[in-house]
C-alpha cells in the first residue's frame, strides 16, 4: 500500500491558566478556613498520587507551606494504590520522578504500602486506608479531577478516587477493583467515602482541573461534606477542557509514547475512544479508531506498560522496555488483565504501520485516515493524512502548520516522534 502524504497541523483549545499558583492555593485554603482547624503541632498528611499532573511539585509545596504557616507538621503520603511495582520504596521513587522530595517540598514523606481496615461497608467491603495517613491527626485529599478511563458516573476520576484507591493502597485497590464486578462504581465510591469521612479526619480536599495543555486550570480547595456535589460539577468542567482528537473516525493511530504518567490505562480512553471495548468504539465513546499503533513507552512509568493491550501493532523496541511483573501487578489490581496483553510485535515502525493498514478494511480514494500524536494529554499539534484535507486544501477546524509531506523513515525504518 502507498503511505499517504502527512500535514502537521495545530489546534486550538480553551486555555485558562492560573498564574499564582501558591497564591491561589493560600487564598483557596484560607477561604473555607483551614488555618483554624489545624492546632499548633499537629499532624496534616497530604496526598500525593502517581499520575503526571502538571505543577505537582510546586501544588504540594504550597500546601505544605499554608500547613506549615498554621503550626501543623506537615507528612507527605504516596497515594497510589498499586503503583511503582505496589512497594514503599517503588512509590517513594515515582514521587521523586515527580520532582517530589523531602528537600524540594520540605515535608516528610512517609511511604508504606501497610494499611488499616477502618471499617466494612454495607456491602460486606474492607475499607482500607494508609496507615501513616491514619494514624495523622488531619488529612487533606489533594487529586486531579476528570474522566475515568473505565467508569461513567457523577464523579469518576478525583478526589473520591484519591480517598478510596491511592489512599487504600494496593490492599484497598485490589479489593475495591474486585468489588466492581458485583456493584456499580457509583454504590462503591458512595459506600467507602461515606465511611472514610467520618472516620479518617479528612479535614479537606484540593481538587485540581487542567486544560488542554496539560496546564493548572483550576485549584478549588473543599470541606469534607462538600466533596461530591463540588466533585461533579468539576467533572464536568474537566470533561469540556480535556484534549481531543480533531476527527470521529480515524483508521489508524500512531501513538509515540504511553505511561501512567499519561493515563491510568496508559493513554487515555476517553481520547482514544476504548473506553467500554478494549479494541473498537462503542455507541458512547465520541471517536472510532480501527487499528492503534503504540511507539514507545514514558521514562515516568518505569516499564509499567498498562494499556499496551488496547493497541493492536507494536514494536520489539518497546516490548523490551516493559517490566512484566509492574505491568502485571498494576493490571491485576485493576481487574484489567487485558490491558497489559502484547500486541502484534514488529521490528520497525515501517513494518508495522505497513501490516495495519492492511486490516483497515477497504481504503477510500482519498487514502487512509492517519494520526500521528505524542500521547493523549498532548494534542494541540498532530500530524494528520491528506485523507482529511478538504477539496479547497484546508481541514476544517485546524490550522496548517506544513506539509503535505511523505512518512519519514529512518535507516533502521522507524518514525520520528510527533514533537519532532
Known sequence: MTLPLMYRVRQNFDRPIIGDIPGEIQSQLSGIDIPSRIQPGQSVAITVGSRGIANIPEITRAVVDVVKQCGGVPVIIPAMGSHGGATAAGQQAMLATLGITEASTGAEIRSSMETVIVATTPQGIPVHFDRNAFECDHVIVMGRVKPHTMFVG?????LHKMMLIGLGKHAGALTYHRAIKNYSFETII???AEIVLKRCRVLAGLAIVENAYDETALLQAVLPADFYECEKKLLQQANAWMPRLPFREI???????????????GMDTNVIGRKYSDHEATDRDSVRCTRIFVRGLTKETKGNASGIGLAEFTTRQVVEQIDPDITKVNCVTAGHPTAGMIPLVYENDQAAISDALLTIGMTPAAGPGIVQISDTLHLSELLVSQAFVGEDGSIPGLEILSGPEPLSFDEQGNLPDCAE
Open 154 to 158: 457523577e464523579i469518576e476520576s478525583g
Open 190 to 192: 458512595r459506600a467507602v
Open 251 to 265: 483508521d489508524l493511530l500512531i501513538v509515540d509514547r504511553i505511561g501512567k504518567n499519561i493515563s491510568g490505562t
